[in-house]
């Protein structure tokens, strides 16, 4: 989400707890985790995303600045384990210790599950520096006008997506 939800009265730890053994029953494993068991499992994530403990007994992004929102985004993430994640502008209001950060998160969480896809929706191309695309598109007005490797994001930072929107007409 670009803009996650306040949920005050929500604890992190009991949140989290909950869409993990949500999305266990969905799975082939259908074992419900003791609380020592998920926190043994949960730790390691907050490391990787560089959360510290102590938020897990903070409100659902009450307080949170926009940084720890799009990583507490990402270790929902990590703990869900999808396939495919559409990520809407993780990079957005996060400073370059926050991405270095989402981005890290992101590399180990593919390098882990070598079968997941990211598609990440972006209007900044910091975000692309720490993670190379297999493939980029540009969408303006609900088509893609233009799809390429990386090597044409040098273009797009130079000329702006204008020169693409006159393209599409």
Do not use: C
Not at 42 to 60: H, N, S, Y
Not at 79 to 85: E, G, S
Not at 87 to 108: C, F, P, Q, R
């Amino acid at each position: 989400m670009q803009h996650p939800v306040e949920i005050s009265g929500l604890a992190v730890l009991s949140f989290l707890k909950e869409i993990s053994a949500i999305a266990l029953k969905k799975t082939e494993i259908v074992k419900t985790e003791t609380m020592p068991e998920f926190l043994d499992r949960l730790k390691p994530l907050l490391a990787v995303v560089g959360l510290p403990e102590t938020i897990l007994t903070r409100f659902v992004n009450v307080g949170f600045s926009g940084g720890e929102k799009k990583r507490f985004e990402l270790l929902q993430m990590l703990l869900l384990q999808p396939k495919l994640a559409i990520l809407d502008e993780i990079d957005s209001g996060v400073d370059v210790d926050g991405l270095k950060m989402i981005a890290n998160g992101l590399l180990w969480y593919k390098h882990n599950n070598p079968q997941a896809s990211f598609l990440i929706v972006t209007h900044y191309r910091r975000i692309l520096e720490f993670i190379k695309p297999d493939v980029v598109h540009v969408l303006i007005d609900g088509s893609i006008v233009r799809t390429g490797g990386s090597e044409f994001l040098d273009d797009i930072e130079a000329r702006g997506y204008g020169s693409y929107a006159k393209r599409s007409e």
